[in-house]
């Protein structure tokens, strides 16, 4: 009885211990450091946010009024304003603000859907085709990647005005296509591969054949991977401000070209530089969001045994 | 329902050969097992007859046509996969409508169907569920029920309960079986528990490293093992292999190892006078663990003597693990008596229970 007790009482201490070294006990003076480090990082990414968002509904005067030198309470003097839409409409009206976000809408969307229908082919077949010198295509795909953007710009700005292409939207769909594309496919393959081949299988047995295995299984189960490429290949064109500078010249032109165009000669437009940026932010916030949703779902739970 | 065929079929990957010259034909309405280790083959085998793998050799006919060539959606089967493979984004519902939305069924046939093979498999309130909200033998009865809502030519099982508990696997062996009355149908099964084959199978495939064993009966291949490999796969435990030597005596035959001499008896010796066995051969006997009359004390006619290396009860019965010489075999008997370890133990072995297998070879000498 007493040697089956010590038995007993061993693996439990083993146990206890192991569990020790898994999850480490937090000492309070961590636990501080983390929300100092935390709390810091907040202010020092959503501060300029926030200075940008409550500028962009002030006047220059009130944007750029300070406190008299020792009035700590006049920070507060930053929430205290009349709030305008001045800055918006010198944007639109005055500076002609709606085709650069136009240009933005179309190219960015554009070369998201382009990316994203031939990522998710080219995706789909090297993830389950069998061919030669497969991995050279993937890695030859995903390196095109390697290089910084303005590794490209000369050689394409060259080809592009060969073309034609340039200072046009299709020009600059084809100029995001060329990053975007890689990227998407190498980010929906990564969920075509975690996808288990029965499935598909099953589907083929059932009666489906190729192209409806692929539409009605793989790719509905490959969707928030399919999305989550999609948001990210809009974001990256819509904030992109090489290619729309270099590709879109005079007649594509882009938000975030087109606010640097309202640092003109004369004078600095701090007013609606603000409302822009904001324009620029807020469709970036809620695809973020969106994705979010969409990259958390584990569609594939329970469909196979584990 | 149909008949497959396959005839000298070869799968190679690369350089390693999964089924070497394959023939077998599985007769409408049969229960067709594939029996045999991971690793022999026989998973392919059935992915060859789904469509799902290349054939690198042979042919394959269902019906007397050729599928070689054939998608497998135009091969009008069914197949449950091991791993059960239900879609994730459908409910239990739609996973089993599938093939039949997909002929374009008129809705009121498909709900019916659909219905009917819940109904059968007791699945009937898991329809509006999604397949993660279910367990391992409810995923599986949803994966029977996409199989047999419509009327396929054949069915391909590959191992679809080795991996639910002990319980519900004996459970469903009989629910499979039962099913196959029921339904009529051709069905092909693959496992690698030869439990499964033996309870279920009218005819058994046995496969070993690509290449096939035995094609028989339960009985057949239990009782008539063509091979070393057959007789050592069937059967829990398994059958004793006893290296030792056939010799000529007078007109039969005996076998001699250094601790027995076991007199063969004339039907056994009949049979090896008509191969024209050599005067002198290497041997291994083969001996299942219930083919011994045990006793510790001394009998008449007594065959082999050993001593008792341990005792495994089961209940029911006793598993005497028996030390003879060198070799240690195990035999099978019904509880009741008390077996002492290291006391000596009599064996008289039942003659019509005796198997030869030629060493090199590993053949069966009583074929």
């Excluded at chain 2, 997909?102 to 498909?110: F, G, R, S």
């Excluded at chain 2, 339960?218 to 057959?230: L, M, Q, S, T, Y």
Aim: proline share 5%.
């Amino acid at each position: 009885m007493a040697a089956k007790s010590r038995e007993t009482k061993a693996p439990r201490k083993a146990a206890a211990g192991a569990q020790e070294t898994i999850v480490h006990k937090r000492t309070p003076f961590m636990r501080i450091l983390t929300v100092v480090l935390l709390a810091v990082w907040i202010v020092w990414t959503l501060a300029p946010l926030l200075i940008t968002a409550l500028s962009s509904f002030k006047t220059a005067r009130e944007a750029f009024a300070t406190p008299t030198y020792g009035d700590w309470k006049g920070v507060w003097n930053i929430f205290r304003f009349q709030p305008t839409l001045v800055n918006f409409r010198t944007l639109f009206l005055i500076e002609g603000f709606w085709p650069y976000i136009w240009h933005g809408f179309v190219a960015s969307i554009g070369s998201a859907l382009i990316a994203v229908v031939m990522g998710t082919l080219g995706a789909y077949g090297l993830s389950r085709g069998k061919f030669k010198r497969e991995g050279d295509i993937s890695f030859w795909i995903i390196s095109t990647r390697m290089a910084p953007a303005v590794v490209v710009i000369v050689p394409l700005y060259y080809i592009f005005r060969r073309i034609g292409l340039l200072s046009t939207l299709p020009g600059l769909i084809v100029a995001y296509t060329t990053f975007n594309l890689s990227f998407s496919l190498w980010l929906i393959k990564g969920f075509f591969d975690d996808l288990p081949v029965e499935i598909e299988e099953a589907a083929f047995v059932d009666g489906d054949s190729h192209w409806a295995v692929f539409t009605k299984v793989a790719v509905p189960l490959a969707a928030p991977g399919i999305v989550a490429a999609f948001v990210l290949c809009v974001l990256m064109s819509w904030n992109d401000f090489l290619f729309a500078a270099v590709i879109g010249g005079h007649r594509a032109k882009t938000v975030p070209v087109g606010i640097t165009e309202l640092r003109t000669t004369v004078e600095v437009l701090w007013g609606p530089i603000n409302s822009a940026t904001i324009i620029l932010i807020i469709p970036m916030i809620a695809l973020g969001v969106l994705i979010r949703k969409y990259l958390i779902q584990g569609l594939t739970m329970g469909a196979v045994r584990e | 329902m149909a008949r497959v065929r396959l005839e000298k079929v070869w799968k190679r990957y690369g350089s390693v050969e999964a089924v070497k010259d394959l023939s077998l034909e599985c007769q409408d309405r049969e229960f067709l097992c594939l029996l045999g280790p991971s690793g022999c083959g026989k998973s392919s085998t059935l992915r060859m007859i789904a469509g799902l793998e290349f054939i690198s050799e042979g042919s394959i006919y269902i019906d007397d046509k050729v599928v070689n060539n054939v998608d497998p959606y135009k091969r009008d089967i069914a197949m449950v996969f091991e791993s059960y493979a239900l879609y994730p984004h459908k409910k239990v519902f739609e996973n089993m409508a599938y093939p039949l939305r997909v002929q374009k069924l008129p809705e009121a046939d498909i709900q019916k169907r659909v219905r009917r093979a819940a109904e059968i498999l007791d699945i009937a309130g898991l329809l509006e569920r999604w397949p993660r909200q279910l367990s391992g033998g409810q995923k599986q009865r949803v994966a029977i029920g996409r199989a047999i809502v419509r009327d396929p030519k054949v069915f391909l099982l590959d191992e679809p309960i080795s991996h639910l508990d002990a319980k519900l696997r004996t459970h469903m062996r009989g629910e499979l079986k039962r099913l196959h009355r029921d339904l009529d149908a051709t069905m092909i099964y693959v496992t690698h528990d030869q439990l499964e084959a033996m309870t279920m199978a009218d005819r058994i495939v046995v496969l070993n490293l690509g290449v096939l064993q035995q094609v028989g009966t339960p009985d057949e291949v239990f009782n008539h093992p063509r091979n070393k490999f057959v007789a050592g796969f069937l059967g829990d435990p398994p059958m004793n292999f006893i290296p030792s030597q056939l010799q000529k005596k007078g007109k039969g035959y005996k076998v001699v190892h250094e601790q027995f001499t076991l007199e063969l008896p004339d039907s056994i010796s009949r049979k090896l006078i008509a191969r024209q066995s050599s005067d002198s051969v290497e041997v291994e006997l083969g001996l299942r663990p219930e083919s011994f009359d045990l006793s510790s004390k001394q009998p008449d006619g007594c065959d082999m003597q050993g001593k008792i290396y341990v005792t495994e009860p089961l209940g029911e019965d006793v598993i005497i693990d028996i030390t003879l010489g060198n070799e240690k075999i195990k035999a099978k008997t019904v509880i009741g008596q008390a077996w002492q370890i290291d006391e000596p133990i009599y064996m008289r072995v039942k003659h019509d229970r005796i198997h030869l297998f030629d060493k090199t070879t590993g053949e069966s000498l009583l074929m």
